[in-house]
């Protein structure tokens, strides 16, 4: 829902939506802080998967499967930020087509 | 998440069958030991498993109480075999009693043999299970392409 809202609030901006009374910045920052979080969520993954492989490696954890595991999760989270990279470019790259 | 969920509850499988897989190792070694620091022949080793909730946030420990939650395996507890000890006559074994018998360990190789294909099969399907659960995950994300 937010990110409808952000890029309803921004067509507003460029005055091609519906005018928008709310303020922009708390769209963006509804949406970007769920980003971020997200984004952190994504990274804490791969470190884990690092620190997975690190013990592994110098014999701190011998367990081979939650190793393997880690680095799974860690493959799935990257997919994940992908697709919702892509998403977002594609939305992006909508706007910028728009005739004006 | 719940996929993670389903990768953790995998997961606490494989450690539950690779523990299973130490104390076959530990029988299958000490097949011929008759010393052991308590005294007497070793004894086969088992492993009793239980059912453990998954552990998580408070809506998880709330399903775990209703009973709707996944439940990881954990090692309950270690258990020794009762059967007797085997009795072998071996009249210049140092440790034969006063009529030349010596008390062997209670280990049944054959025995250990199928409980090991048993324990390597239950790891594949552990294994087969994180893959299928891993699979549906990538699945999902291909919705967005």
């Excluded at chain 2, 280990?107 to 552990?126: D, K």
């Amino acid at each position: 829902m937010n990110d409808i809202a952000s890029i309803s609030s921004a067509l507003g901006q460029t005055g091609l939506g519906l005018p928008e009374p709310q303020p922009a910045q708390t769209a963006a920052g509804g949406f970007g802080e769920l980003l971020q979080t997200s984004l952190d969520r994504f990274a804490r993954t791969q470190t884990d998967a690092d620190r997975a492989v690190e013990n592994l490696t110098l014999g701190g954890n011998t367990d081979i499967h939650s190793t393997m595991i880690a680095v799974e999760k860690a493959g799935i989270a990257l997919e994940m930020a992908l697709q919702v990279r892509n998403k977002l470019l594609n939305a992006y790259e909508t706007l910028m087509r728009q005739q004006i | 998440m719940d996929l993670y969920d389903a990768l953790q509850t995998s997961s606490s499988g494989l450690s539950a069958q690779r523990l299973r897989m130490n104390l076959i190792s530990a029988n299958l070694a000490n097949v011929n030991t008759t010393r052991t620091p308590e005294g007497g022949p070793y004894r086969r080793k088992e492993v009793v498993f239980e059912a453990k909730p998954n552990p998580g946030a408070f809506r998880d420990a709330l399903k775990a109480h209703q009973g709707k939650a996944p439940a990881d395996v954990q090692a309950s507890k270690i258990i020794e075999d009762t059967r007797p000890p085997l009795q072998k006559f071996a009249p210049q074994h140092p440790d034969a009693d006063a009529e030349g018998y010596v008390r062997m360990p209670n280990v049944n190789v054959m025995e250990e043999m199928v409980n090991m294909i048993s324990a390597t099969r239950s790891y594949e399907a552990n294994v087969t299970a994180i893959r299928a659960a891993k699979d549906m995950a990538l699945k999902a994300l291909e919705i967005g392409k």
